[in-house]
C-alpha cells in the first residue's frame, strides 16, 4: 500500500492533501474493496506519524513531513480522530520549551519553512477540525483548556497571525467555558 510513503513520504502526502482537497478521500471512496484501502492507508499514515513524532524536527524535512502528515488527517475521518492524542502530544511538544515570546519569533524568523509556529498553527487546525465529534471534544477541552496551553499559546504567539486565527477558534467554540 503506498511504497512511496516510505521513499518519498512529502510529495505522496501532498499527492494525498490535494486528493482530500479535491474531495476524493471522503467515505465513499473508503468503501472500496470492503475498506482494505482504508485500513491500509490508515496504518501506514499512522506508522509514518509515529515515526515522524519520534525524528528530529529541528530538521526542515522532517517538519515539512509533520506539517503535510497534520493537514492530511481531517480528510481522513473517524481515523484520524484515534490521532488526535499524538497531534495534542505535538501541541505540547511544540510548546514545551518555555521560550518566550523573543525566542519564539527570532525562531520564527530563522527557521525557515515549517518553523515550529507554523507547525503549531497546523497542529492546532487538524485538532479544531476534530473538535465537533463528541468523543474527542473532552480530551481536547482538558488537554487545550483546562490545563491553560490554548492560553500560554496565546501569550507566546500573539504575533502570528496563523497560530491566534486557530487560537481563535477554540476561544470561539469554548466561550462560554472562558469566564
Known sequence: ?????????????ILLNNLAEAGFL????YNVQGGRWRQALTTT????????VSSDLDLVANRRVMGQLLHLLP?????GAG?????????????????SRHEVET????????????L???ALEAAEAFSTRDDVRSTLREQLLDSGKLFEIAER?????????????????WADMIG
Open 120 to 122: 503549531l498553527a497546523v
Open 26 to 29: 471522503t467515505e465513499s471512496l
Open 157 to 173: 504567539w500573539s504575533w502570528n497571525r496563523e497560530v491566534m486565527g486557530q487560537v481563535a477558534s477554540f476561544v470561539e467554540l
Open 1 to 13: 500500500m503506498l511504497p512511496s510513503l516510505s521513499t518519498d513520504p512529502l510529495h505522496t502526502l
Open 107 to 118: 525562531e520564527w524568523e530563522t527557521a525557515g519553512p515549517w518553523n515550529k509556529s507554523h
Open 75 to 79: 480528510a481522513m475521518s473517524s481515523e
Open 83 to 99: 490521532m488526535v492524542a499524538r497531534v495534542v502530544d505535538i501541541i505540547n511538544g511544540l510548546t514545551g520549551d518555555n521560550a
Open 45 to 52: 499514515i499512522g506508522e509514518l506519524f509515529a515515526t515522524t
